[in-house]
């Protein structure tokens, strides 16, 4: 259906890296979930009213809370698509990110009123009946909910939206709950075994963990996370195909990702110290501009000169590698240079060091200092800058 209605309703609908296009996917299916979920909360309603099951009556405001959380999701998503403006000039992307915030904590919050209502059952405990009427609606819930888990799932999928991904895990969740309330309410017409209120709690549990779940994965974007290993790659691949004009390598990549369709990276690339810095400038702007027209992004490349024809620099720089690949982890160095004095040689260059590493960045600078003394000269000193890999 939901292949149908973006076919309709989303012009352009497979040019997913428009933000246009990602806003009118999230409006669509943030519709379509209002309404499956109204129409799963008035039958379960119905269901609990008949059966008397605190599980089903549960189950169905649950969905009301789902119907809830698809009109935070379609708001957010209008909200998002809005163009920068004076007060935010890096647009309102992010905005998504906080509606699948908000879309957390209601499902946590359900899980919570959830287990209280279930306790109470659990103390007062009530017979439950069931009826074809209620077997129906319930296997009805669990197909429908399945069947929004996929949509939404194959739909975060095509527009890289972590909110509709949130929505796709409650509605597995909500199908899994469902599906131990339709096997509650089986067991007590076919064995006479009351556990209705024990199911509360079970049903209460899916949905805690679906809402520590979406939470996690919008709050991760909020407080900043390495970029995709895919969008790094590309980044490599387009700055490092202008090898054979002039670009030698690249370091100290950063992205900054302000929401989908938002993101600005920095990144510097090593070019001949003795090349035409004009025709370097020049080529520097045109991998800018291609970096923002294929990858959506505000690209700001600067500049290294890199000395390439000096053999005394090159074994210099060869040896300190060598220093450098011989300690513990991912260590790697640029901005290599050499600077002559009368009574000593500086070797200045940076070192960047993962997080979490077992060496303080005093440490990593002293043990380099220690081990150039050792392995090239005392006529050595290191000026080291220590950077920190945020990929």
């Known amino acids: 259906m939901i292949s149908l209605l973006s076919r309709l309703f989303i012009k352009d609908y497979e040019n997913t890296s428009d933000p246009g296009v990602r806003q009118r996917y999230g409006v669509l299916c943030g519709g379509l979930g209002i309404f499956l979920n109204i129409l799963l909360f008035l039958g379960k309603l119905l269901a609990g009213f008949f059966s008397g099951s605190v599980a089903i009556t549960a189950d169905a405001f649950n969905n009301l809370s789902d119907a809830g959380s698809s009109v935070i999701t379609l708001v957010g998503f209008r909200m998002a698509g809005q163009k920068p403006d004076s007060d935010h000039p890096f647009g309102h992307g992010r905005v998504e990110y906080i509606s699948g915030l908000l879309v957390a904590f209601i499902i946590l919050l359900m899980a919570v009123e959830l287990l209280k209502s279930s306790v109470d059952k659990i103390l007062h405990p009530e017979e439950v009946t069931a009826s074809p009427l209620v077997i129906g609606i319930l296997a009805v819930s669990i197909g429908v909910k399945l069947y929004m888990c996929l949509y939404n799932a194959r739909v975060a999928k095509k527009i890289d939206s972590a909110a509709m991904d949130a929505t796709a895990k409650d509605s597995l969740s909500d199908s899994l709950a469902t599906g131990v309330v339709l096997a509650t309410t089986l067991l007590a017409e076919f064995t006479g075994l009351q556990i209705d209120g024990w199911c509360g709690v079970l049903v209460s549990l899916f949905v805690f963990m679906a809402g520590i779940s979406a939470a996690k994965e919008t709050i991760d974007p909020l407080l900043g996370q390495p970029p995709r290993p895919e969008f790094v790659r590309r980044v490599r691949d387009i700055v490092l195909s202008y090898r054979d004009q002039g670009i030698i390598g690249l370091h100290d990549l950063v992205v900054h990702d302000y929401g989908p369709g938002q993101v600005m990276l920095s990144v510097h690339a090593e070019v001949p110290a003795k090349s035409d810095m004009v025709k370097m400038h020049d080529l520097i702007d045109l991998v800018e501009h291609r970096l923002k027209s294929e990858l959506q992004c505000e690209a700001v490349i600067h500049m290294d000169p890199v000395t390439m024809d000096d053999d005394r620099i090159r074994q210099l720089r060869e040896q300190v590698a060598e220093i450098i690949r011989d300690m513990e982890g991912k260590i790697s160095f640029h901005d290599f240079r050499v600077v002559d004095g009368d009574t ?22 002293a043990h380099i200092q220690s081990e150039v003394k050792k392995r090239i000269s005392d006529h050595y000193f290191t000026v080291i800058d220590v950077d920190k890999d945020y990929l």
């Open 344 to 365: 000593h040689t500086n070797l200045i260059f940076d070192v960047v060091v993962p997080f979490g590493y077992p060496m303080s960045d005093q440490q990593v600078q």
